[in-house]
């Protein structure tokens, strides 16, 4: 075979493709062209006359999946089909469907997302009559959440004292107890949720060698990608399948190391030398996807984390713009600022709204841009926000299909038991329960072995349960001889949920009957896709909802949502690129947060954040923060974030201005306004918008907490929570009616009455 594409391969990334026996670590730097290399190297090693069923390649999101896999398939053909290639998860569900037996599942197991985790965990806390203020499911999720990607059973929890003692402390010394219950009626229901797909699948390979070899013998080259990401269950599966070969390729980028809140553990790639002291190392560090500027001055950023792999990016691109950096006197300036430097950039680029986004440290930040950004109708789309698989109408279609393939699905049962409407109530749920619970089994055995009558149910609610039953048997036969799409819609019609949505007239109902379609739709599309790849038919419903089950956020995006400016966390933007970022809230205990200050490997995770947030721009990256922000509905000062600061001094615009000071405003022979860098005549740009000019008045201050009134004097600078800084004229009357007459740079002059202002000091 033809072996042109390796062509276009820079030096290293030939060697890097061409050398795929033994270990081999790939450092990756951001926009180094990994996905190339990886995609390359299995071409390479397929052209070469290995056998595809013999490659695992493991990824962290279906998108990189399928994208890779059908570049390999442009390359060599279609035995890239035969590639076992997905996410971790995705591969693992695969394995563990195939070997379900041997830990007592059924091969057809649910899985649970984090919803569905979520209600059986608040199912638990109720029934064990615990606070549910203090045992929150959030909290609780993440805590069992991370016990199992460190491999931790309930037993071993347990019996770990460390983490009964947290959990003491924590005033919730029950969660040992929730996580024993919330496995036990996973188990019973025949649903794993989406870390038992790791935990499990080391379970079975510690149990049963004779799985492992099995599938050691198959695996004979395993890639990993994004390995700085993996957590210990990951790890293990890795190291273990990969023992016997020992051909294991790993690619990442310790500098953008970001997910230990999730188990990931940067020592997994930092250490891989250690475990594997044979390896090969090649380093990616041609940037392909941003200026010289931005590449220098992320360089310059993470330079100061200890914790790291050696490595210097360089860029071959135009030198390009130098860092801006936007300070805003309240954060809401700072949304007009960001938004105004948005409406410049297009006005003058004639770029796309998709080629914008606003990067945030934390969700709740968001508001004050999406503000900013609807007064000025720019579209806009919030990255992560609610799933199409997470609205009520499709999880309950979702859940009938779910119910019919698994019995055993308690979270479906409840969710569909009743709907459409058919007379089953709360109370008859609540004693299924307790009769499940009582005998250890799961609902759908009650309801259809159990003697109901002695359960406490009468002849009108067992009659509606029996034929609740028999609807979801009659389904049942037609699973796996109807294609997906046909039987799909058998169910949305016999099920009634059809009708339902069809008969609700209303703005939402017609949304809702809209959505079921696009739901159909999407079954359709994924059996025509499934049929071009030459998978056996007929395609089933089963594998439909495996694939769903396993979709992360970065597969959800919608059409329509394309040509919109993004806005989302750091943490979400990991992989993503646009031409211009807007990193916003550079404050310190905002970013860095005040809980990562506390410790060297926090702060440098944050540190490999900001890293992450600067590399994922192309052409300009803008950052922003604000001198006073709404905390709790107080006004608090803010400091400059010390990341800032940390840029080397050449790469940003104005590099003496980082710390305090004003954001200047000045009007030159044009007629011109300035903020920060950005600039337009006023009779083109802002004739067309008003553009406000940022306040005159922002003392480098410190800034007392609110001051006696005794203490208040006349010329003295002070702050208002809403009037912000000014200076006081005039005091009159007596203690403890004195009224202060203070002239405000933003709101002119204020008589306010003392015991209320709550003024502050301004000192220099």
């Not at 608040?122 to 990607?149: C, F, G, P, T, W």
């Not at 149990?207 to 050691?216: G, M």
């Not at 900001?610 to 922003?624: D, G, K, L, P, Q």
């Amino acid at each position: 075979m033809s072996k042109e594409f390796l062509e276009g391969l820079s030096d290293v990334q030939r060697q890097a493709v061409e050398n795929y026996k033994g270990p081999t670590l790939v450092i990756a730097g951001a926009g180094s062209g990994k996905t190339r290399v990886l995609t390359f190297r299995i071409a390479n090693m397929l052209a070469d006359g290995i056998h595809p069923y013999s490659v695992l390649a493991l990824t962290f999101t279906n998108k990189a999946a399928a994208e890779m896999k059908e570049r390999i398939r442009t390359v060599v053909g279609e035995k890239a089909k035969y590639l076992w290639m997905g996410t971790f998860h995705s591969i693992f569900a695969r394995i563990l469907r195939a070997e379900a037996d041997k830990l007592g599942y059924p091969s057809t197991f649910t899985i649970y997302d984090t919803s569905d985790s979520r209600s059986v965990i608040k199912s638990i806390v109720k029934e064990m009559n615990l606070d549910e203020q203090v045992y929150k499911v959030n909290e609780v999720h993440s805590r069992i959440s991370l016990a199992k990607n460190n491999l931790v059973t309930p037993a071993v929890y347990a019996n770990t004292s460390s983490l009964v003692t947290m959990d003491a402390a924590n005033r919730r010394p029950r969660i040992a107890d929730i996580y024993k219950k919330y496995m036990q009626k996973c188990y019973l229901s025949g649903a794993m949720d989406f870390d038992d797909l790791l935990l499990n699948t080391n379970v079975l390979f510690r149990d049963h060698p004779d799985v492992l070899t099995k599938y050691q013998d198959i695996f004979k080259y395993i890639l990993v990608d994004e390995y700085q990401d993996t957590n210990m269950a990951q790890y293990l599966i890795v190291k273990k399948l990969s023992e016997q070969h020992g051909n294991l390729c790993v690619v990442g980028d310790d500098a953008q190391s970001i997910y230990s809140f999730r188990g990931a553990k940067i020592e997994n790639i930092l250490n891989f030398r250690n475990d594997y002291p044979n390896y090969k190392l090649f380093k990616l560090e041609q940037n392909y996807r941003s200026t010289q500027t931005i590449v220098n001055a992320a360089n310059s950023i993470i330079a100061k984390n200890s914790k790291q792999l050696k490595k210097t990016s360089f860029s071959a691109k135009d030198v390009g713009e130098k860092i801006k950096v936007l300070k805003a006197y309240t954060d809401q300036e700072e949304g007009f600022l960001v938004t105004g430097s948005i409406s410049d950039i297009l006005y003058n680029t004639h770029c796309e709204y998709k080629d914008f986004a606003i990067l945030y440290r934390t969700n709740a930040q968001s508001r004050i841009f999406e503000d900013a950004l609807r007064k000025k109708n720019i579209p806009y789309k919030i990255y992560g926000g609610l799933s199409f698989y997470q609205r009520k109408e499709i999880k309950d279609m979702v859940a009938y299909l779910r119910l019919i393939i698994n019995n055993n699905d308690d979270e479906a049962f409840k969710r569909i038991v009743n709907y459409p409407a058919r007379g089953i109530g709360d109370t008859t749920i609540t004693r299924l329960e307790e009769a499940a619970a009582a005998n250890s089994t799961n609902l759908w055995t009650v309801v259809t072995q159990a003697p109901l009558d002695k359960v406490g149910l009468k002849g009108a609610a067992i009659k509606k349960l029996g034929e609740f039953a028999e609807l979801v048997n009659t389904l049942k036969a037609a699973v796996y001889t109807e294609s997906a799409y046909d039987f799909a819609l058998t169910v949305a019609t016999q099920s009634g949920i059809l009708r339902d949505l069809k008969e609700d007239k209303t703005n939402e109902g017609i949304s809702k009957f809209e959505n079921l379609e696009g739901l159909l739709n999407g079954i359709r599309e994924f059996e025509e896709n499934a049929k071009e790849s030459g998978e056996p038919l007929p395609i089933t419903i089963d594998r439909f909802l495996e694939n769903v089950a396993l979709l992360t956020d970065a597969d959800n995006e919608k059409p329509e949502d394309k040509n919109k400016v993004s806005m989302m966390t750091v943490h979400s933007a990991k992989g993503l690129e646009f031409k211009h970022i807007f990193l916003v809230g550079l404050e310190e205990n905002l970013f860095p947060g005040q809980m990562s200050t506390q410790s060297q490997d926090d702060l440098e995770e944050e540190r490999r954040l900001f890293y992450v947030a600067v590399t994922r721009a192309e052409i300009t990256a803008t950052i922003s923060y604000a001198q006073t922000r709404y905390k709790w509905g107080n006004i608090t000062s803010c400091v400059p974030s010390r990341f800032v600061n940390e840029i080397d001094s050449s790469y940003i615009d104005n590099p003496d201005d980082r710390w305090g000071g004003a954001a200047s405003t000045s009007v030159g022979s044009q007629n011109s306004y300035s903020i920060q860098g950005f600039k337009a005549k006023t009779n083109t740009i802002s004739a067309q918008r008003t553009v406000a000019p940022p306040p005159q008045h922002k003392p480098a201050v410190a800034i007392t907490d609110p001051a006696d009134m005794s203490e208040i004097e006349v010329g003295m600078e002070v702050e208002h929570e809403r009037f912000g800084f000014g200076k006081v004229e005039k005091l009159e009357g007596n203690l403890p009616e004195i009224k202060a007459t203070v002239n405000f740079s933003m709101a002119g002059s204020k008589t306010l009455l003392l015991k209320f202002a709550k003024l502050r000091i301004v000192k220099r």
